[in-house]
């Protein structure tokens, strides 16, 4: 299993800025694709964004052009940059560590999640 500890969360007005961080414990070997996720109230857990060990990411089309996710593989951290923050972005942030397809991958594990982060948009 891979350990994830996510953090930046907190309260901000809309337009505003946050960072949030996770940081994965190490595992020789094994690469994994980082993707966020957020979950609000009474709603199903949805998809962010996701960035891969070569650096390819994706976006879900509410955050694009407004959320940046990176990683610092030295660190073993990604981030998530979340610029013009809206009240509907009010969530609990999960990051989520995925192994990569193929049979190189096998022994890896996949399906992490950390325990998430609370981010709070007010109007």
């Known amino acids: 299993q891979v350990q994830l500890a996510e953090s930046g969360g907190g309260s901000v007005q809309a337009g505003g800025s946050l960072r949030l961080s996770c940081i994965a414990s190490e595992r020789a070997f094994c690469k994994y694709a980082m993707a966020w996720y957020r979950q609000a109230p009474h709603r199903e857990r949805e998809f962010v964004s996701v960035i891969r060990p070569d650096g390819t990411t994706n976006y879900a089309d509410v955050v694009k052009g407004r959320f940046t996710i990176s990683q610092d593989n030295p660190k073993r951290t990604v981030y998530l940059q979340m610029n013009d923050l809206k009240p509907e972005d009010s969530a609990v942030y999960y990051c989520?560590?995925?192994?990569?397809?193929?049979?190189?991958?096998?022994?890896?594990?996949?399906?992490?999640w950390g325990q998430g982060t609370q981010v709070t948009v007010s109007s």
């Open positions: 989520k560590a995925d192994r990569l397809p193929g049979p190189t991958w096998l022994s890896c594990p996949t399906n992490n």
